[in-house]
């Protein structure tokens, strides 16, 4: 009998199957869902369906005509947005399925086969097995979940599985969660937004989390084709003597780019600076391969560039001047910034317009959950910032404030002409963070600075950034993501004058630039990823005006023409792991550049002098003048020799369309921009690097050596005696010529243990030259000649020593060569007159410069239930009182030349700072 029912099932399935749909209908459907559209088809012919009810609620609503078409097409049209096939049990009956597909034929020789993965594309390679929950003898629940839906073309042995790893309670991203595929050698890791993506074998998977601080999970996943799974984990709450984080601890030998930093911003507080001011940016001045042209002087020097070749970004808007008051303090509320990383070799190419580095800074989400905040107190400055919940766990607000309450600084130099002095600055920065959905957010930051300063009686500088950037970032499936940006900045300055006679005057100067930018992001798999997109930017110069201050002046007022420029650019590119020893980062970016009327532009006669403008061309308002373009290569590739060595090797090439025009030794804030033009060519420059990293006992210690090489083109530099402010003819004041630098920086830096820290040495050189057939154009006979800013040899130690888990000690010390310098070497008399006979540019140098600083850093108790956490900095900056000079000047006095040399800080400076979170 179980025979004879055993042969009647068959030939019933093959009668079924041999039948074909031949049933044709005309339908519409209006905005329905899947359950109304399939009981219009069975009101409408023999058909009835049979399916689970709960598995039709994900299904989109369906709108549509069909006109005498296939019942089975139209259900397969049905499910073609869902994870639900369907199955033709009879002539009259359609079973729906949830991600499977029911088999009524098996593939030829299948009961020959091997053991081996059948490749047939008509069978399901695993056999479907137990469903339900269970729970492991640790007492993990294991919980099953179905992903993606089968088909039957173009059949894969291997899916990719995605999603993001969450705290349960919070909802925020785990980072560094292992996931382990048990029995099958597969794993990932999830990345700083709690994103993983792995490749799992088609059918039944085990996969395994484990984090510190996070319970271990293990999910059953049976996956069918390419799917995403959100995974949300809870806190682990055991109490440990001591928690150690492990963090990208190789991420120095198995990333592909070469000449990347990350600065932890947490430990920067351990680091003793300047009247105990908490500084990411100071602390990238440790760094190989990153320096300044002196203590107070603005910008940085990266890796033998100029001040004007950084592009600083926070929340991806520009900060034309990240500093207050010379440089001595950071513009930037060091609460409010989450992450710091510094591109200084291979710049991604979805950035442009600076051809040294990077600064990418993001400032902090604020805390969706809770009221709370961090804020300090200092002899000089107060900061706080604070995070509010707007919607519980969907989206916050976070406002900081930062500002000096005392010039206590100036009234205590020793310098007579200084003491009357002012300086007070502060910066506001607020950030807005709204989750939308899983797949949608947006952000929104605004930042504004503002100094004012004055070191003589008569005279009020004031310089302030303004910056506001909007954000919406869209997943748009488990491949494809994506950005959308708006940014506007501003920077300016002015100085007021009041003098003795009646030449009282205002001036002031500014640039905004608003860009918008496209950024896509294409996971195709894990080997292989992509970034792709176009940004443009327009700029706006007002290069200066001048008017009289009061009615007695007798200044005229002037006003320099307004430049306008857009720069535009599209850029692809992808990570390519070629194997797991080889991988390869590659990019282009094409630029163009155009500057835009209302504009006058000079024709000259070489050389350039307002007697040799042959004629003089005019721009309507947004009519192109003149045009720039250029594709720009980024490559750099990564092999490993071992587990924990590597070797990388990287060329860079890049344009930069705006300059700063300076006839100061080091950068300041009244530098102006100028943006390229008829007669100003864009800078470029080509970086070839080459280096070996290496980790030590268990990732505890980072070895790296790196070497590198630029050339330089179009290097703007100026005529002696040049100026550059408030000239309307600024172009026949400065040079263009070529430079080129080369260095190599090692770095050794030890991650654990009671003592940390790292020790950096930098040997790099940096030169200029300036040649023309015309003499006045050439500058130390058309040779190469050191920069403002070379200096051979750079060392810098930052240790940290944990006495207890309260108490530490940390120090900071800095060696540098002298920066270059002109002196006078002699005196020549022309026409009964006495001049001053100087050196060729630069072929002198200053002392050299080294600092010791020493801090040491008490911790409150670590009592969970506290209102705040405390931390107090008690710091010497310059221990050893070494008078370092900032600059080297000459007067005239008496008929005789005399030298003098100005220091900023020549005295140790002791601080306590206060900080306390709460």
Request: charged share 25%; aromatic share 12%.
């Given at each position: 009998?179980?025979?004879?029912?055993?042969?009647?099932?068959?030939?019933?399935?093959?009668?079924?199957?041999?039948?074909?749909?031949?049933?044709?209908?005309?339908?519409?459907?209006?905005?329905?869902?899947?359950?109304?559209?399939?009981?219009?088809?069975?009101?409408?012919?023999?058909?009835?369906?049979?399916?689970?009810?709960?598995?039709?609620?994900?299904?989109?609503?369906?709108?549509?005509?069909?006109?005498?078409?296939?019942?089975?097409?139209?259900?397969?049209?049905?499910?073609?947005?869902?994870?639900?096939?369907?199955?033709?049990?009879?002539?009259?009956?359609?079973?729906?399925?949830?991600?499977?597909?029911?088999?009524?034929?098996?593939?030829?020789?299948?009961?020959?086969?091997?053991?081996?993965?059948?490749?047939?594309?008509?069978?399901?390679?695993?056999?479907?097995?137990?469903?339900?929950?269970?729970?492991?003898?640790?007492?993990?629940?294991?919980?099953?979940?179905?992903?993606?839906?089968?088909?039957?073309?173009?059949?894969?042995?291997?899916?990719?599985?995605?999603?993001?790893?969450?705290?349960?309670?919070?909802?925020?991203p785990i980072s560094n969660v292992a996931?382990?595929?048990?029995?099958?050698?597969?794993?990932?890791?999830?990345?700083?937004?709690?994103?993983?993506?792995?490749?799992?074998?088609?059918?039944?998977?085990?996969?395994?989390?484990?984090?510190?601080?996070?319970?271990?999970?293990?999910?059953?996943?049976?996956?069918?084709?390419?799917?995403?799974?959100?995974?949300?984990?809870?806190?682990?709450?055991?109490?440990?003597?001591?928690?150690?984080?492990?963090?990208?601890?190789?991420?120095?030998?198995?990333?592909?780019?070469?000449?990347?930093?990350?600065?932890?911003?947490?430990?920067?507080?351990?680091?003793?600076?300047?009247?105990?001011?908490?500084?990411?940016?100071?602390?990238?001045?440790?760094?190989?391969?990153?320096?300044?042209?002196?203590?107070?002087?603005?910008?940085?020097?990266?890796?033998?560039?100029?001040?004007?070749?950084?592009?600083?970004?926070?929340?991806?808007?520009?900060?034309?001047?990240?500093?207050?008051?010379?440089?001595?303090?950071?513009?930037?509320?060091?609460?409010?910034?989450?992450?710091?990383?510094?591109?200084?070799?291979?710049?991604?190419?979805?950035?442009?317009?600076?051809?040294?580095?990077?600064?990418?800074?993001?400032?902090?989400?604020?805390?969706?959950?809770?009221?709370?905040?961090?804020?300090?107190?200092?002899?000089?400055?107060?900061?706080?910032?604070?995070?509010?919940?707007?919607?519980?766990?969907?989206?916050?607000?976070?406002?900081?404030?930062?500002?000096?309450?005392?010039?206590?600084?100036?009234?205590?130099?020793?310098?007579?002409?200084?003491?009357?002095?002012?300086?007070?600055?502060?910066?506001?920065?607020?950030?807005?963070?709204?989750?939308?959905?899983?797949?949608?957010?947006?952000?929104?930051?605004?930042?504004?600075?503002?100094?004012?300063?004055?070191?003589?009686?008569?005279?009020?500088?004031?310089?302030?950034?303004?910056?506001?950037?909007?954000?919406?970032?869209?997943?748009?499936?488990?491949?494809?993501?994506?950005?959308?940006?708006?940014?506007?900045?501003?920077?300016?300055?002015?100085?007021?004058?009041?003098?003795?006679?009646?030449?009282?005057?205002?001036?002031?100067?500014?640039?905004?630039?608003?860009?918008?930018?496209?950024?896509?992001?294409?996971?195709?798999?894990?080997?292989?990823?992509?970034?792709?997109?176009?940004?443009?930017?327009?700029?706006?110069?007002?290069?200066?005006?001048?008017?009289?201050?009061?009615?007695?002046?007798?200044?005229?007022?002037?006003?320099?023409?307004?430049?306008?420029?857009?720069?535009?650019?599209?850029?692809?590119?992808?990570?390519?792991?070629?194997?797991?020893?080889?991988?390869?980062?590659?990019?282009?970016?094409?630029?163009?550049?155009?500057?835009?009327?209302?504009?006058?532009?000079?024709?000259?006669?070489?050389?350039?002098?307002?007697?040799?403008?042959?004629?003089?061309?005019?721009?309507?308002?947004?009519?192109?003048?003149?045009?720039?373009?250029?594709?720009?290569?980024?490559?750099?590739?990564?092999?490993?020799?071992?587990?924990?060595?590597?070797?990388?090797?990287?060329?860079?090439?890049?344009?930069?369309?705006?300059?700063?025009?300076?006839?100061?030794?080091?950068?300041?804030?009244?530098?102006?921009?100028?943006?390229?033009?008829?007669?100003?060519?864009?800078?470029?420059?080509?970086?070839?690097?080459?280096?070996?990293?290496?980790?030590?006992?268990?990732?505890?210690?980072?070895?790296?050596?790196?070497?590198?090489?630029?050339?330089?083109?179009?290097?703007?530099?100026?005529?002696?005696?040049?100026?550059?402010?408030?000239?309307?003819?600024?172009?026949?004041?400065?040079?263009?010529?070529?430079?080129?630098?080369?260095?190599?920086?090692?770095?050794?830096?030890?991650n654990k243990g009671k003592l940390n820290?790292?020790?950096?040495?930098?040997y790099s050189r940096s030169f200029t030259?300036?040649?023309?057939?015309?003499?006045?154009?050439?500058?130390?006979?058309?040779?190469?000649?050191?920069?403002?800013?070379?200096?051979?040899?750079?060392?810098?130690?930052?240790?940290?020593?944990?006495?207890?888990?309260?108490?530490?000690?940390?120090?900071?010390?800095?060696?540098?060569?002298?920066?270059?310098?002109?002196?006078?070497?002699?005196?020549?008399?022309?026409?009964?007159?006495?001049?001053?006979?100087?050196?060729?540019?630069?072929?002198?140098?200053?002392?050299?410069?080294?600092?010791?600083?020493?801090?040491?850093?008490?911790?409150?108790?670590?009592?969970?239930?506290?209102?705040?956490?405390?931390?107090?900095?008690?710091?010497?900056?310059?221990?050893?009182?070494?008078?370092?000079?900032?600059?080297?000047?000459?007067?005239?006095?008496?008929?005789?030349?005399?030298?003098?040399?100005?220091?900023?800080?020549?005295?140790?400076?002791?601080?306590?700072?206060?900080?306390?979170?709460?």
């Amino acid at each position: 009998m179980r025979v004879f029912l055993v042969i009647i099932l068959f030939l019933n399935v093959y009668w079924v199957s041999a039948q074909k749909d031949t049933k044709r209908i005309t339908i519409t459907f209006d905005n329905v869902t899947i359950e109304e559209a399939l009981h219009q088809i069975e009101a409408i012919t023999s058909f009835r369906f049979y399916y689970v009810r709960a598995w039709l609620d994900d299904v989109p609503l369906i709108s549509g005509t069909y006109t005498d078409v296939l019942v089975t097409t139209i259900v397969e049209q049905l499910l073609k947005r869902s994870i639900l096939n369907y199955y033709v049990l009879t002539e009259k009956e359609i079973v729906l399925t949830r991600n499977t597909i029911i088999y009524d034929k098996l593939p030829d020789h299948f009961f020959n086969r091997s053991k081996e993965v059948v490749k047939d594309s008509t069978i399901a390679i695993n056999p479907l097995f137990y469903l339900g929950n269970e729970t492991s003898k640790k007492k993990i629940i294991i919980k099953t979940y179905r992903i993606g839906k089968e088909v039957k073309k173009d059949r894969k042995e291997y899916y990719t599985l995605t999603g993001y790893v969450k705290y349960l309670r919070t909802g925020k991203p785990i980072s560094n969660v292992a996931l382990i595929v048990k029995g099958k050698n597969i794993g990932a890791e999830t990345n700083a937004k709690g994103f993983y993506s792995i490749e799992l074998p088609v059918g039944l998977n085990y996969i395994e989390t484990s984090s510190l601080g996070v319970e271990d999970s293990r999910q059953r996943v049976i996956i069918y084709n390419d799917g995403q799974l959100d995974l949300y984990l809870s806190e682990s709450l055991e109490a440990l003597e001591e928690v150690l984080i492990k963090t990208n601890a190789d991420k120095n030998v198995k990333e592909v780019t070469t000449g990347t930093e990350e600065i932890d911003v947490e430990e920067s507080k351990n680091i003793p600076l300047v009247l105990g001011e908490r500084d990411v940016l100071k602390v990238a001045t440790t760094l190989p391969g990153i320096t300044t042209s002196g203590e107070g002087a603005s910008g940085y020097n990266v890796r033998g560039g100029k001040a004007d070749q950084n592009l600083t970004l926070l929340d991806d808007g520009v900060i034309y001047n990240p500093q207050h008051f010379f440089g001595i303090f950071s513009a930037l509320n060091p609460f409010a910034v989450g992450s710091v990383n510094i591109y200084k070799g291979s710049i991604p190419a979805e950035y442009g317009g600076r051809l040294s580095s990077v600064f990418n800074l993001k400032t902090k989400n604020g805390n969706t959950e809770k009221f709370s905040g961090e804020a300090s107190i200092g002899p000089v400055t107060g900061n706080i910032a604070i995070e509010i919940p707007v919607i519980k766990n969907k989206s916050s607000l976070m406002i900081g404030g930062r500002g000096t309450y005392s010039d206590w600084i100036l009234k205590s130099l020793d310098e007579e002409k200084l003491k009357n002095s002012k300086a007070s600055f502060y910066d506001l920065i607020a950030k807005y963070h709204y989750k939308i959905n899983d797949d949608n957010n947006i952000q929104a930051t605004g930042y504004y600075s503002s100094d004012v300063f004055s070191v003589t009686s008569d005279s009020l500088f004031n310089y302030s950034n303004r910056l506001l950037s909007l954000k919406w970032n869209h997943r748009f499936n488990d491949k494809n993501s994506g950005s959308l940006l708006l940014t506007n900045s501003k920077y300016n300055f002015g100085i007021k004058y009041e003098g003795k006679s009646n030449n009282d005057f205002e001036l002031g100067y500014d640039i905004n630039e608003t860009e918008l930018k496209l950024k896509m992001n294409y996971l195709y798999s894990s080997k292989y990823k992509f970034n792709y997109g176009f940004s443009s930017k327009l700029y706006e110069v007002h290069p200066g005006s001048i008017k009289p201050k009061g009615a007695k002046s007798i200044t005229e007022s002037l006003a320099i023409p307004k430049e306008r420029a857009l720069e535009s650019a599209v850029f692809v590119e992808g990570k390519f792991d070629i194997s797991k020893k080889l991988s390869f980062n590659l990019g282009i970016r094409y630029s163009l550049y155009a500057v835009l009327g209302e504009s006058e532009q000079r024709i000259y006669d070489n050389p350039k002098s307002e007697s040799t403008i042959k004629e003089t061309l005019s721009f309507d308002t947004n009519e192109v003048v003149k045009t720039y373009q250029s594709p720009e290569i980024r490559a750099s590739g990564r092999y490993l020799l071992a587990s924990d060595l590597s070797i990388k090797a990287g060329y860079n090439n890049s344009f930069q369309y705006i300059h700063t025009l300076t006839n100061n030794t080091t950068a300041s804030p009244t530098d102006i921009w100028k943006v390229s033009d008829i007669n100003i060519k864009p800078q470029q420059a080509s970086l070839y690097s080459l280096g070996v990293f290496k980790n030590l006992k268990d990732d505890i210690y980072e070895l790296s050596i790196e070497g590198y090489y630029k050339k330089i083109k179009n290097i703007l530099d100026y005529k002696v005696g040049s100026q550059l402010l408030l000239n309307k003819t600024v172009e026949t004041e400065v040079l263009q010529g070529l430079g080129k630098a080369y260095g190599v920086e090692f770095l050794i830096k030890k991650n654990k243990g009671k003592l940390n820290g790292w020790l950096g040495y930098t040997y790099s050189r940096s030169f200029t030259k300036l040649d023309s057939k015309f003499s006045e154009e050439r500058v130390n006979g058309g040779d190469y000649f050191p920069s403002n800013f070379d200096k051979p040899h750079d060392i810098s130690l930052v240790a940290n020593y944990k006495f207890t888990k309260r108490f530490s000690f940390s120090t900071n010390f800095v060696y540098q060569t002298g920066r270059p310098v002109t002196f006078p070497v002699g005196s020549y008399i022309l026409q009964r007159e006495k001049y001053v006979l100087y050196s060729d540019r630069n072929e002198f140098r200053i002392p050299d410069y080294y600092r010791l600083d020493i801090g040491f850093n008490i911790e409150g108790n670590h009592k969970k239930k506290k209102k705040a956490h405390s931390f107090w900095s008690i710091s010497v900056y310059n221990v050893l009182g070494r008078n370092n000079p900032f600059s080297v000047f000459f007067v005239t006095e008496e008929g005789e030349i005399k030298a003098y040399q100005s220091s900023v800080f020549s005295i140790p400076i002791p601080t306590i700072t206060y900080n306390f979170k709460f």
